[in-house]
């Protein structure tokens, strides 16, 4: 009895054991930022001082830091953007550094799986290098810390401060292209795309028949240079809805045509399917 008490005992602490949480020394921290059109997100460790000397010392001059603690200081772009004098395609990349006592070489890779610095470096994988001054600060930043700041509708600056040091990096977002097609495709009115789900869900959900031909012809009339067989198809439902069975037969026979030219049997079988029955 007295081993299974003491078993039981030895169970209950290494239980509590499991239980016991303490704060990590490099916290991770995550930055979500909108930079006129482009969604902006970083993830990093933040080391601190606790007294020790940071460059030059914990951090030596000139040699590659993973810049920060832990895995990989990550951002991520949402679209393509412009860093120093290279374009970085929408995605996610580590950020590497080499601290200088005067500048900084920052440094996006495209690999950001790794726990720190790179086993092998691979310069294919360098996206984005941009060397940038070190301004000296009167005071000191006691954690690593790593902001979007300086925001505009075109750009921003990726701020680095620690210790003493304060780095920035621009960047452009693609805001002004964005925005114009935007505008431009408002003003154009609907695309045919929208025109063909209109009349889909109408079809769909037994709304105004009238309403989803117009609008279904509207898309066809829009694709007549590249007719698709998926429209054609939606168009031959609607006017068989309709009770119009002779053009809705003729139509999904221009639609079978294009789709045994493009090898979807799914559609030749649908196509085929519905003139037998509407032919009844």
Request: net charge positive.
């Amino acid at each position: 009895m007295k081993k299974i008490l003491l078993a039981c005992f030895l169970a209950a602490g290494i239980s509590v054991q499991a239980q016991i949480e303490t704060p990590q020394p490099s916290p991770t921290a995550k930055v979500e930022q909108k930079v006129g059109l482009t969604d902006v997100t970083l993830e990093y460790s933040r080391p601190a001082m606790r007294g020790r000397k940071i460059f030059g010392g914990l951090v030596p001059y000139d040699q590659l830091w993973r810049t920060g603690a832990n895995a990989n200081t990550k951002i991520t772009f949402s679209d393509d953007v412009t860093i120093g004098n290279s374009a970085v395609k929408a995605g996610t990349y580590a950020i590497f550094t080499k601290p200088g006592k005067s500048n900084w070489e920052v440094i996006l890779y495209s690999d950001s799986s790794n726990w720190g610095t790179p086993r092998a470096w691979d310069d294919a994988k360098v996206v984005a290098k941009v060397v940038a001054p070190v301004t000296m600060m009167p005071y000191e930043t006691e954690s690593f810390t790593i902001s979007i700041v300086n925001l505009s509708n075109n750009g921003a600056d990726i701020e680095f401060k620690w210790d003493k040091a304060y780095v920035i990096v621009p960047f452009l977002v693609p805001t002004d292209k964005k925005a114009v097609s935007s505008i431009e495709k408002m003003m154009a009115g609907p695309g045919a795309g929208d025109y063909f789900s209109a009349a889909r869900y109408y079809l769909e959900e037994g709304k105004d028949m009238d309403k989803a031909k117009m609008w279904i012809d509207k898309a066809i009339e829009m694709t007549s240079d590249n007719p698709r067989f998926w429209y054609l198809r939606q168009q031959s439902l609607v006017y068989a809805k309709m009770g119009k069975k002779a053009e809705a037969i003729k139509i999904a026979k221009e639609s079978m045509a294009l789709a045994e030219k493009a090898g979807n049997k799914d559609y030749v079988k649908m196509n085929n399917d519905s003139i037998k029955e509407w032919s009844m």
